[in-house]
């Protein structure tokens, strides 16, 4: 009788255990996805690139940024315009979390190729980069209130960082992603 007894508890404990489980990894996975909250909206900006030859070149960027599946996922599409209005690049991110290894994911795609690349969270914004054999490129964003300012650089070891591309971008809509179509450049 005792054994059935012990056994019995231990299906309820177990089951109880498996069910909150799930839950208690998507509280955790939601409430680290918030802290991207601040970037959710339609943004637009001029900046600008470096060419492989060194030219700089200026360009319209626009990103809209919302949550998906719930607030478990951030989204970011970003769309880079010339001067004139053509669309010469176009890229999408999606921001994860993973509660049990306690880390942030950055899955890219853009111009035919894919990655997922470490993030971290900032005190005014996010960081990510991507390990090359030569170099790392490391892309850091600032956010302050209607404001979001990123720059690439491109780091070798024992040389100081090049900066190869600055966004200025400004809030320019609430968040309407994915209900609505792109941003526009005007």
């Known amino acids: 009788m005792y054994a059935l007894n012990r056994n019995i508890l231990q299906t309820i404990i177990l089951t109880v255990l498996v069910s909150i489980t799930p839950a208690i990894a998507d509280t955790q996975q939601k409430a680290a996805i918030q802290k991207f909250d601040k970037l959710d909206g339609e943004w637009r900006g001029k900046s600008w690139r470096m060419t492989k030859d060194g030219e700089k070149i200026e360009f319209i960027q626009t990103e809209r940024v919302g949550s998906f599946l719930g607030g478990d996922i951030k989204m970011i599409e970003g769309r880079g315009y010339s001067l004139e209005g053509d669309l010469n690049f176009n890229a999408l991110g999606i921001i994860s979390y993973d509660p049990n290894n306690h880390a942030y994911n950055f899955r890219t795609y853009a111009m035919g190729r894919s990655g997922d690349y470490p993030m971290q969270v900032t005190d005014d ?43 200025n971008l400004k809030r320019i809509g609430e968040p309407s992603w994915p209900a609505d179509g792109f941003v526009t450049i005007e």
Request: proline fraction near 7%; hydrophobic fraction near 35%; aromatic fraction near 14%.
């Open 125 to 167: 914004g996010f960081k990510w980069e991507i390990k090359t054999p030569s170099a790392t490129i490391l892309y850091t964003a600032t956010i302050k209130e209607d404001t979001w300012h990123e720059i690439g650089q491109r780091i070798v070891e024992n040389q100081p960082p090049f900066t190869f591309i600055e966004l």
